[in-house]
């Protein structure tokens, strides 16, 4: 920001701040209000990430509320219900003690969502001196190595490399579309397509909390929404059995933004547990040293550029998002490659924009500016990308890309996502991995 911005930037510190400290329920900070009144897996870590320049001691409170959430198996929910909370009926939907491996004191999804925990563990240590950060390191690797353990078990067991997910939500990308394109051509159950050919399905708003809050027009279909909730009641009838759900579901999706994160989760648990001197698992280590050479089977010659890959017809799902990027976060690609990905940033008519990066490039079927994971700019996802972008040396780049995302936050609001094409705030206000990573995109210049 230069030196006329510098009180925009002042002023959207404390506004961020504020937005933290109202969403905090104590132990840890809701997304937002009305429509998030939950704890989130990966919303949790961005919080963290940027209430460490805030509060160091909450931001590692924020971690380990989190993981009080995990199953006896290693995995970490994507969400821990708030019981106090009006929407009770989220948590009845799951019903995740019908699994014995589910904590027996707190109700939790029975999904994950991408693996930033690890990511968050690191920053913090950043602003711990040496003899601390071991002790919060040594606090944390158990539980974390539970995790990457239980992510290879479950959702590798093929040993490929990359890990399957078993439902959108677990994405954290909710309506991406090589998701939907899955859902829509495949999947939709006999009930929600006799719904959707005999126009019934405006009927089903009454069955949706999100559009109570939230434009219609920036969010799913309510027939894909309803065709999401079958599929989690699909993994509740099979008590989130991950055997008996492989054996029975079609939807399967070694999803590139998860394994993008993973990659990444990967080389910073590595670090962790060098710098407390234990060794990592050799079985563990065997997968995760898979990784690279598995990444780069998801990359298309043709059209140049990763994808996501269909579990069991190893087809390549050829849509584009912005998870098609994030390989740059995962920093295991070739600079050759990596640079191609950087040509599709600068592109005007993929991810370039007047305010970018938009979460689908503006020349997809999909391109809608206001609808959610279809075309809004996230503040998450330019933060990965960053990232990604100054390890490979696009210091230029990162940097101009900071400096945007920092005046569209301050001057439109914290919201949760924006209209790529105007810079407008859409879904829901005063949200806190915007506030958190704002405030980490701003402290980090200085
Ligand atoms: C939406 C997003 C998801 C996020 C959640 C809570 O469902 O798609 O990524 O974790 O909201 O903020």
Redesign the pocket.
């Known amino acids: 920001m230069s030196n006329s911005q510098e009180p925009l930037a002042k002023k959207l510190l404390q506004d961020a701040g504020q937005v933290l400290r109202d969403n905090d329920h104590g132990h840890y900070i809701a997304?937002?209000k009305n429509l998030?009144p939950h704890q989130?897996l990966?919303?949790s870590a961005f919080t963290a990430i940027g209430l460490r320049h805030l509060d160091n001691d909450r931001a590692q409170q924020e971690i380990m509320s989190m993981l009080r959430g995990q199953w006896a198996n290693g995995m970490v929910p994507h969400m821990i219900f708030n019981q106090d909370s009006p929407q009770q009926r989220d948590w009845g939907v799951w019903n995740s003690r019908l699994n014995p491996n589910a904590p027996e004191d707190l109700s939790t999804s029975g999904i994950t969502?991408p693996p930033m925990l690890a990511e968050a563990v690191v920053k913090i240590g950043e602003k711990l001196a040496l003899p601390e950060r071991r002790t919060w390191y040594k606090q944390v690797y158990p539980q974390l190595l539970a995790y990457h353990q239980w992510i290879y078990k479950d959702r590798d067991p093929h040993n490929e490399g990359l890990a399957l997910l078993i439902h959108p939500?677990e994405s954290?990308?909710?309506n991406t579309p090589p998701w939907m394109a899955e859902l829509n051509h495949h999947l939709l159950p006999l009930w929600i397509r006799t719904i959707k050919a005999a126009h019934l399905e405006p009927a089903l708003s009454l069955f949706r909390t999100d559009t109570r809050f939230i434009s219609r027009a920036e969010r799913l279909s309510n027939v894909e929404a309803m065709a999401l909730y079958a599929v989690q009641r699909r993994l509740r009838r099979k008590h989130y059995d991950i055997g008996a759900i492989l054996n029975h579901s079609l939807f399967i999706i070694e999803d590139l933004a998860f394994n993008c994160i993973l990659a990444r989760a990967n080389q910073h648990l590595e670090a962790i547990a060098k710098s407390i001197r234990q060794d990592i698992p050799k079985d563990l280590q065997h997968s995760m040293d898979k990784m690279p050479k598995a990444l780069e089977e998801l990359w298309d010659p043709y059209n140049r550029q990763y994808y996501p890959r269909d579990f069991i017809t190893h087809k390549l799902l050829k849509e584009s998002s912005i998870a098609t990027l994030l390989p740059l976060y995962a920093g295991t690609v070739s600079p050759e490659r990596a640079e191609v990905l950087v040509k599709m940033i600068e592109n005007e008519k993929l991810f370039g924009p007047a305010y970018p990066l938009p979460s689908v490039p503006l020349e997809s079927a999909y391109f809608n500016s206001k609808r959610?994971?279809q075309g809004p700019t996230w503040i998450n996802m330019n933060w990965l990308i960053i990232d990604g972008l100054r390890r490979y040396g696009y210091k230029d780049h990162a940097d101009v890309l900071t400096e945007s995302t920092i005046e569209m936050i301050a001057k439109n609001g914290i919201a949760e996502y924006y209209d790529p094409l105007t810079g407008e705030p859409l879904g829901a206000d005063d949200f806190s991995w915007t506030a958190a990573l704002a405030i980490d995109f701003i402290k980090a210049k200085h």
């Open positions: 997304p937002a998030y989130w990966w919303d969502q939500w954290g990308l909710d959610y994971w």
